[in-house]
């Protein structure tokens, strides 16, 4: 019986010395590029296999590669030599050793760019990469009672620092919605990036999403669960390749939702990573002037009257003075506080976990010394 298919609905093969037959994937649709090259080629191991991880899982990881998939686990020094968040993800390009007809284990990762982050659930101070070398982010909502702009803003936070490029993604159109009350509430966000209204029920909305992607990159899906990640990508494959289920009739959203990583190569075009969907996407960005420029803010910080003013009580402050106003959202410049507080505790937690580390290296060296001189 052949081997179980990936999530990469291609025709998987191997290379290795159990098999003769050998059937070529294109790398290069999947992002595989001349700098990734002459990385590989100052790793220390470009007599090894490279490939891109596909599916995340806790112990191990689906590897395409040239000559197939692959089932890879980490070297015991990559696994713990590394924090947490520099392990593998979905999208990271790996080198690895086949070690059989279909696993590997991987000896290297190159390096990593582009990535979307996380705060790791239980924690303040670490990070989880949920994909890397991401071209374009759709932030998927649904315009249903779900919707939350708030959301939004917290996404384009957390791709503005890698410099991924955000899409707006508004799903089930055909349900019924407020146009101009959900115009109103992005409209400080809509002239930062492509906004797309769009249904499964209406497939020249699909088409138009499908233009925005090209050749060789990678999109990735992110929202909350329920707002049809999974059911998208399906629609802009043309078939059946991720799992979703039916629709409940109390929440209207899908009872099956994605609890892992996956990519899909788009036939003819890039590749797609869908994500878990998650309540809350925790800042782990600490450059607050991105986040001005976010919500406009920015706009009215250089006419206060002090340069360091936080915008909070302070005499001549712009900032409030618009919000008094009117002409600043309230609600904008509330979310900009909240996150912008969330930024700096994740900061301080960050500093003072270095300095702890730090002090506890420095007792670990002083135990060596003292041994070394008995």
């Not at 019986?1 to 290379?15: F, P, W």
């Not at 490939?51 to 112990?59: A, D, N, P, S």
């Not at 979307?116 to 071209?135: F, N």
Request: glycine share 8%; charged share 25%.
């Amino acid at each position: 019986m052949g081997r179980k298919l990936t999530t990469i609905r291609e025709i998987a093969s191997i290379e290795s010395p159990y098999l003769k037959i050998k059937t070529m994937h294109d790398l290069h649709l999947y992002g595989w590029n001349d700098e990734l090259f002459q990385q590989k080629q100052n790793s220390g191991y470009k007599e090894f296999i490279h490939g891109r991880i596909t599916v995340t899982h806790k112990t191990c990881y689906e590897v395409i590669s040239e000559t197939g998939h692959y089932s890879c686990e980490m070297t015991g020094n990559m696994l713990y030599g590394r924090d947490v968040s520099d392990y593998p993800c979905t999208g990271d390009w790996v080198i690895f050793q086949v070690t059989d007809t279909d696993k590997g284990i991987i000896l290297a990762m190159l390096p990593r760019k582009k990535t979307l982050y996380r705060l790791k659930s239980g924690s303040v101070s670490e990070r989880q990469a949920i994909a890397s070398h991401v071209d374009k982010a759709f932030i998927v909502q649904s315009l249903d009672n779900s919707f939350n702009v708030r959301r939004i803003e917290r996404f384009m936070l957390q791709l503005s620092s890698e410099s991924i490029q955000p899409i707006l993604i508004l799903t089930k159109t055909d349900l019924g919605f407020d146009a101009d009350e959900i115009n109103k509430a992005i409209k400080h966000l809509s002239h930062k990036m492509p906004v797309f209204y769009t249904s499964t029920q209406l497939p020249e909305s699909i088409d138009m999403l499908r233009e925005t992607i090209h050749t060789g990159e990678t999109v990735v899906f992110t929202g909350m669960s329920g707002v049809g990640k999974s059911t998208l990508i399906n629609a802009l494959c043309g078939r059946e390749l991720l799992q979703t289920g039916t629709i409940s009739d109390s929440t209207g959203k899908g009872k099956h939702t994605s609890t892992r990583r996956e990519m899909v190569l788009l036939p003819g075009s890039g590749v797609l990573i869908d994500t878990p969907g998650v309540k809350l996407f925790g800042v782990t960005n600490d450059n607050t002037d991105n986040l001005s420029e976010i919500l406009d803010i920015s706009a009215y910080e250089g006419k206060c009257r002090f340069k360091d003013c936080k915008h909070v009580n302070e005499k001549g402050c712009a900032v409030l003075e618009a919000v008094n106003t009117g002409e600043l959202d309230r609600g904008v410049y509330e979310s900009y506080l909240k996150l912008r507080r969330e930024a700096w505790h994740y900061t301080a937690s960050v500093h003072e976990k270095r300095k702890q580390e730090k002090s506890f290296s420095k007792i670990v060296d002083e135990v060596k010394k003292r041994k070394g001189n008995y």
